[in-house]
């Protein structure tokens, strides 16, 4: 029935997924995997087809082509099973506005066969959880977008699913509610849940996600650790380093760019005299940089590993213009 | 003056886009079509002016349904939208707000009624119809036109939703009507009193005055009242002051049922027990009303007052469900929380079709409950039963399906379907079957749940790729 011996540690496993509207492709042969109990990142610019995606694991679109499985059981096949383990937030407010925050998060526990000791329990939880106890019998039509926020997030939690998707869950929020919304989504990954977040800016998730996917036209154009994009580049060998010292000696540009195997040595900072190294680690390496700046005497500040800064890796990795069909 | 012009044109321009006039126009045509067809039927000489009330009535009775629902969207749409504030930060004042937009619809109101010209000259051809009845015939016309255009942004001004605007213009045209049937100062106002006079053989003067004049000055007094009443209804934010009201409203708190979809459509779709109490309050309401007004009634009678009463209540109930069945849930964008819980399709619409049910319990009870104890089963009851279900099976899976293309007025393309359906068969059976009651029916019956079925199927899959989409 359910893989579950090969599947254990991903929550989610994505393989050769296509899937086109009329002449539209929206995804093409997406592969990913998302482990279990981790936040990962699902970024892509405008139409990439990340609700496409997120759609197909919340069984509300079925594949055309490829496979979908959530902890070890497919979409498709499994969909009752899966609805059980996966709670969905949509990029829209999937609220009925006319109902209570209580009544509204009964009728959900209701919906997925909670009885209703049980549901006075998770509500009671899902409400502390999100900091809405004190708003429970307002009407949602009189919440602010932020506090509605929190109500769909309770809503998602209130059958205890394993995953969570949540599209766009930060888009139209203060920054206040966003950052106390990525602080609820820590909490929640050390309770054990895996969370799936899609979002179409990079730096919003960065402090927050284990791992990323970014897709752009329908395709997977990194996978992988956060720090693995940070560092993703072409050419495997070459490595820039960062350089901070307190005075810069006569010539200190002049000698770093001698050493074979450097290619550029470019001030970035007048404060603390801040210096970009790039060179070839095969030809070259960090300690023998360090060494030469040594040799001349500089008092060094730090020394690290240059990470390209997230928009431009995002950059790098999609593709400008507007999708054509 | 400029910010006017743009906005008359710019609310002209989006209206153009709309398939809903489109089809309005079109279900003119074809019921014009299908009078044209019946009048071949009349062997008297004065065909041109039977010709001409008919395209007058279809022209009165699509101006009033599609003005009822198109007229009343005028400020509500802006309101939905939330760009009533930016347009009057663009210069534009209330009243030229409601002017501009209110005359736009009158623009398609009218267009509305010239494109049933070519039948008017028709009519003229056929004899018995002189110039100056069709001249006061489209004046009449137009001057209700923008009477209704004015009366119906009223009530979008002063209403929230389109829906309430529409369902608030339609009650009070409903009492408008009755009061006109029964006064004869209000009567001479109605465009029917003025049709009474147009369309007579012999008919010379160019204007009915009394009910053209009367119109045009109620449209100003609905004017200048919306344009007054504009600021106190129609830009007051949805905000905190409702918090307070709200929660005193929720302190009884309600607990779902196992069956969560019934005890949520039931109770926020369909108004729950209130709308229990409302329709047996307007069923015995409307009953007692005609035992006072008529003294001789006897328990016959008032059985029968209480059937009709309970089906016009069930009609309109079952109507209303078919048009918001699952519709609601997708022009809310509350469909993806529900079709993610563990459930099936079937599920959840068996849910939903309870929920339904539940609604019209009360007026199916006294239905069943008056006409049970009389039911004469004789052969043409049994015959006739199957196929009247069958009718509002057609009638219901056509406004499911059109509901989740359009908004409002689902339910009347879904008449004017059935309508034509049923013209179609009558003209089949008339020409197949020998009055054989049963076989009318078994091929009446049969047709409508086949086409009921498509329509069903139809709205099905346009739920799953609406949920693709």
Not at chain 1, 176 to 204: D, V
Not at chain 2, 51 to 64: C, D, E, K, W, Y
Not at chain 2, 128 to 145: D, E, K, P, R, W
Not at chain 2, 267 to 282: N, P, Q, R, S
């Amino acid at each position: 029935m359910t893989d579950t011996a090969t599947t254990q540690t991903y929550a989610l496993e994505i393989t050769g997924l296509s899937h086109s509207f009329k002449s539209h492709q929206a995804l093409n042969n997406v592969n990913f995997n998302v482990p279990a109990k981790s936040i990962h990142g699902f970024v892509g610019p405008n139409g990439a087809g990340k609700t496409t995606t997120l759609k197909a694991i919340a069984t509300l679109l079925k594949p055309q082509k490829g496979t979908v499985k959530v902890f070890g059981s497919n979409v498709v096949s499994h969909y009752k099973e899966v609805r059980t383990k996966i709670g969905f937030m949509p990029d829209h407010f999937s609220m009925y506005r006319q109902m209570s925050v209580f009544e509204y998060l009964d009728f959900f526990a209701a919906a997925y066969g909670l009885n209703l000791a049980e549901r006075d329990q998770v509500i009671g939880d899902v409400l502390s959880l999100t900091d809405m106890e004190g708003r429970k019998d307002d009407l949602i039509k009189g919440l602010s977008r932020g506090m509605q926020q929190r109500v769909s997030l309770a809503r998602v939690l209130v059958h205890d699913p394993d995953l969570l998707l949540l599209d766009e869950p930060a888009s139209g929020l203060d920054p206040r509610a966003r950052i106390e919304l990525m602080e609820i989504l820590q909490e929640l990954r050390n309770m054990g849940k895996t969370i799936f977040i899609s979002s179409h800016i990079l730096s919003e998730l960065a402090d927050l996600c284990d791992s990323v996917t970014i897709l752009d036209r329908g395709q997977v154009k990194y996978t992988g650790d956060m720090k693995g994009l940070l560092t993703h580049n072409s050419d495997e060998s070459e490595v820039t380093y960062q350089l901070s010292i307190t005075e810069t000696p006569e010539g200190f540009v002049d000698t770093l760019q001698s050493i074979e195997g450097v290619s550029t040595v470019e001030k970035i900072e007048n404060i603390n005299e801040k210096f970009k190294i790039a060179f070839n680690s095969e030809l070259c390496s960090r300690n023998k940089i360090l060494a030469k700046a040594l040799e001349l005497d500089v008092d060094v500040v730090e020394f690290k590993e240059d990470l390209k800064h997230l928009n431009e890796a995002f950059m790098n990795l999609t593709e400008a213009g507007v999708r054509e069909k | 003056m400029n910010n006017n012009l743009a906005l008359f044109k710019r609310a002209i321009l989006v209206d153009s886009r709309q398939l809903t006039n489109y089809l309005t126009w079109l279900a003119a045509g074809i019921l014009l079509f299908f009078f044209l067809i019946t009048l071949g039927s009349f062997n008297t000489s004065g065909l041109g002016i039977k010709l001409l009330s008919m395209v007058a009535g279809v022209n009165l009775a699509t101006i009033v349904l599609s003005g009822l629902v198109g007229f009343s969207s005028t400020i509500t749409e802006e309101k939905e939208e939330s760009t009533i504030g930016l347009l009057l930060m663009s210069g534009i004042s209330p009243a030229a707000l409601i002017f501009s937009k209110s005359m736009a619809r009158v623009t398609r109101g009218l267009f509305l009624i010239l494109s049933q010209l070519p039948f008017v000259f028709l009519a003229v051809t056929l004899g018995g119809v002189a110039l100056n009845q069709v001249i006061a015939l489209y004046l009449t016309l137009t001057s209700f036109t923008i009477f209704l255009a004015f009366y119906c942004t009223f009530f979008s001004v002063i209403c929230k939703t389109t829906t309430r605007a529409a369902i608030l213009a339609g009650v009070f045209a409903y009492l408008l009507t009755l009061l006109a049937m029964n006064v004869d100062f209000i009567g001479r106002m109605h465009p029917f009193h003025a049709y009474e006079a147009i369309l007579n053989t012999g008919y010379s003067d160019y204007i009915f005055i009394s009910q053209v004049v009367s119109n045009l000055v109620i449209s100003l007094f609905f004017f200048m009242l919306s344009t007054c009443l504009f600021s106190k209804f129609a830009l007051k934010e949805d905000g905190t002051s409702k918090t307070k009201k709200t929660s005193k409203a929720v302190i009884i708190r309600k607990r779902s049922w196992g069956a969560a979809i019934v005890w949520k459509d039931f109770k926020f779709y369909y108004g729950g027990y209130k709308m229990w109490a409302i329709t047996l309050i307007i069923i015995l309401g409307f009953v007692t009303f005609t035992f006072i007004d008529n003294s001789g009634m006897d328990f016959d009678d008032f059985r029968g007052v209480l059937v009709g009463t309970s089906v016009v209540a069930i009609a309109i109930q079952l109507t209303f469900f078919a048009q918001t069945f699952i519709s609601k849930e997708f022009r809310d964008l509350t469909h993806s929380g529900i079709f993610i819980t563990p459930k099936t399709l079937g599920e959840i619409f068996k849910e939903k079709i309870y929920a339904g049910l539940l609604m019209c319990l009360p007026s199916i009870a006294i239905f069943v409950l008056c006409i049970f104890p009389e039911l004469d089963l004789n052969e043409e009851v049994f015959f006739i039963i199957p196929m009247a279900i069958s009718y509002i099976a057609l009638f219901l899976g056509a406004t499911f399906f059109f509901s989740l293309k359009v908004k409002l007025i689902a339910f009347i393309i879904a008449g004017f379907c059935t309508t034509i359906i049923s013209m179609i068969l009558g003209f089949l059976v008339a020409s197949t079957f020998n009055s054989s009651i049963s076989g009318i029916s078994i091929f009446i019956s049969l047709i409508n749940s086949l086409i009921a079925f498509t329509f069903i199927m139809a709205g099905i899959n346009k739920v799953k790729s609406k949920l693709e989409a």
